[in-house]
């Protein structure tokens, strides 16, 4: 009896208490984003329909405990077949709305195309059979729908971490990163600032959790993922590392691999009309993704800045729903190629570079062995 009495008087105080953050939902005219809830019923639906080539898990847990889904897409799912892997993530920035559309849309792409007999079925098909394919939608759940708790939006940015000592919440994920931390003026010290970098570097959980993903993908002291696209907003941009430094070749950087970097980042830009360039030209920072996934793991990781140019303002954040779909597939071509290039990024400087650099037994897309 008292239980039950318990479990109503619970239930009745549970209503007006509910997280204001966990309710809230994108507005009926923005209805085709995606607030956290919405994505991870699609990628489960996603994954129960398309079982032997998706499965969806986290890799951990943001600071208010949400999970941090992400989704491999493959043969043989589940499998560690030796493939070539590639990362996709998006929203580091909780306001970048944009950028959680399109790792979901990667997703559906790849699902919905495989085993389809039409000339993109077909070439999907080879990539989603010849590559392991990572995709983490949201690094930032926590910010996105405390973004969403705004009539209109807050324009957040960062995570909803509070500063231990302090009164301010949030640290940039994308300062956040241990490569470099606070070297070099491109972040701040600040708590209350929008890029304030954190106590320590890997302070904030959501970039714990990606860099230990990141590091669990060694196998045999040999990094399976090789290309990486973080998506952002705004700006129409390719960038490339690193993001500390204005020097193109500092020491942490061959010039092979900046010619890489550079060869794909234009072959990208040509396909969804972005300006390609390093990182640091557009502002410096540190602490960022790519910087570390580069110097750490030699990954041929970019970031990409979405619709709209410019940035820096709510127009920049906050496009109108209707550009999703548009914006989504100005992307794919880019998408697929970075996915071919994954078993070896030097193809991108031509077929000479592939032999020498990724060795005479890997010479050719069908191969499978990686490095
Ligand atoms: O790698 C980078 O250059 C990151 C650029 C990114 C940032 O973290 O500052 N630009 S954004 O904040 O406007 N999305
Ligand atoms: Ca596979
Ligand atoms: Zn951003």
Redesign the pocket.
Known sequence: MRSALTAVLALILAVPFATPANAADYPAKDARYHAYPEMVSHIKQVAAKHPDIVRVFSIGQSHQGRKLWAAEISDNVGVDEGEPEVLFDGLH?AR?HLSAELPIYILDLLANQYGRQTDLGQRITKLVNKRRTWVVFMVNPDGLQYDLTGKPYRAWRKNRQPTPGTSQIGTDL?RNYGYRWGCCGGSSGRPSASDYRGPRAWSAPEVRAMRDFVNSRVVDGVQRVRTHITF??AGELV?WPY?YTAKGLPPDMTALDRDAFKAMGRAMARTNGYRAKQ?NS?YP?DG?M?DWMYARHRIFSF?F?LYPTG?GTRKHWYPPDEVIARENRRNRDAVLYLMGKAWCPYHALGQQQARNNCGPLFDDFETGRGW
């Open positions: 920035h970048e994308n952002h907003t960038l993001a990182s557009l920072s960022d790519i970031t800045e940035g």
